[in-house]
């Protein structure tokens, strides 16, 4: 099983752990990691879901286009879905 991470772990699966997966997607343009991460439990996989996005979002807020959004997704092991983050930029006009 490949493995990569971020702050998760980045070696040899433990069994029990689940394996999660993020995707960027931006307008028409969308990318999955193809390296898994292993967290403790959806807790410990949303808490760095958030910290990854807050890392993140000042350089995303500068390049949104007007009318756009971007989104940063936390996928199960069958690259499901599981949280998704969202920053919409809107014109209220």
């Known amino acids: 099983m490949k493995l990569c991470g971020l702050r998760g772990r980045a070696h040899a699966p433990v069994?029990?752990?689940?394996?999660?997966?993020?995707?960027?997607r931006n307008g028409q343009y969308s990318g999955?990691?193809?390296?898994?991460t292993e967290y403790a439990d959806r807790n410990a996989a949303?808490?760095?879901?958030?910290?990854?996005?807050?890392?993140?979002?000042?350089?995303?807020?500068?390049?949104?286009?007007e009318n756009s959004e971007w989104?940063?997704?936390?996928?199960?092991?069958s690259k499901q879905p599981v949280f998704r983050i969202?920053?919409?930029?809107?014109?209220l006009d």
């Open 15 to 24: 069994v029990g752990m689940p394996l999660y997966f993020f995707r960027i």
């Open 32 to 36: 999955a990691s193809d390296c898994g």
């Open 46 to 65: 949303w808490r760095e879901l958030t910290i990854l996005c807050a890392d993140m979002a000042s350089g995303i807020s500068r390049k949104l286009a």
């Open 71 to 77: 989104q940063l997704e936390l996928l199960d092991e």
């Open 86 to 91: 969202r920053i919409v930029a809107e014109t």
